[in-house]
Structures are given as structure tokens and as C-alpha cells.
Nanobody
Framework: QVYFVESGGGLVHPGGSLRVSCATSGIAFKQYTMAWYRQAPGKQRELVALITGSGHTEYADLVKGRFTISRDNAKNMGSLQMNSLKSEDTAVYYC????????WGQGTQVTVSS
């Protein structure tokens, strides 16, 4: 059964950096496009960034130039490096496959506040 476990969230000041990570089970991980999503209070979950098995990346306009998605197919892991964080980046961050989502993990809380 596929699972996703997110980690690395926390409290950071505006302008700061944070790196969140995702571990998943070994279900032919490299064959799937992996993505990071986030959900802020009172808002719908939104796509933040995605990376194909071969390494092609795409980003939401709101994070382009600030966030970098990566993956390690050998370790079945992914990560999202977030720089120049803003208060509007505050959300619970989740990883999952794209476009078809499997069961969601617990996510990791990222809070950007002074």
C-alpha cells in the first residue's frame, strides 16, 4: 500500500527558508510524477510544484523562482526547498502523485510569521 509521510515543517520568519521532505513506499516511484500541494486555512488544496520521473519540473506562478522541487528515485523520497518565504505561504504541505492522487498523508505545517 502506498503511503506518503511529510516532514520538515516549522515556524520561519518572512524571508527565511525551509526544506520539507516526503517519504513514500516503493511502488515503482520513479514511474510517477510527484507533486507538492498545500492547503491554507479556509482554502482549497492547491498544487505548488511537480516533478516527473525524469526530472522535469513545473511550478505554480506564486512560488516560481522561490521554491525548488527535487526527488531521489533510489530512496523513494522527494523534497521542496522553499526560499524567500512569505506569510501567504503559510499552509499544511502535502506530497502525492500527480495528477491522480492516492491517499493523503498527514502533511507538515509551515508557518511564516514574524
Amino acid at each position: 500500500q502506498v503511503y506518503f509521510v511529510e516532514s520538515g515543517g516549522g515556524l520561519v520568519h518572512p524571508g527565511g527558508s525551509l526544506r520539507v521532505s516526503c517519504a513514500t513506499s516503493g511502488i515503482a516511484f520513479k514511474q510517477y510524477t510527484m507533486a507538492w500541494y498545500r492547503q491554507a486555512p479556509g482554502k482549497q488544496r492547491e498544487l505548488v510544484a511537480l516533478i516527473t520521473g525524469s526530472g522535469h519540473t513545473e511550478y505554480a506562478d506564486l512560488v516560481k523562482g522561490r521554491f525548488t522541487i527535487s526527488r531521489d528515485n533510489a530512496k523513494n523520497m522527494g523534497s521542496l526547498q522553499m526560499n524567500s518565504l512569505k506569510s501567504e505561504d503559510t499552509a499544511v504541505y502535502y506530497c502525492n502523485f500527480y495528477p491522480s492522487n492516492l491517499r493523503w498523508g498527514q502533511g507538515t505545517q509551515v508557518t511564516v510569521s514574524s
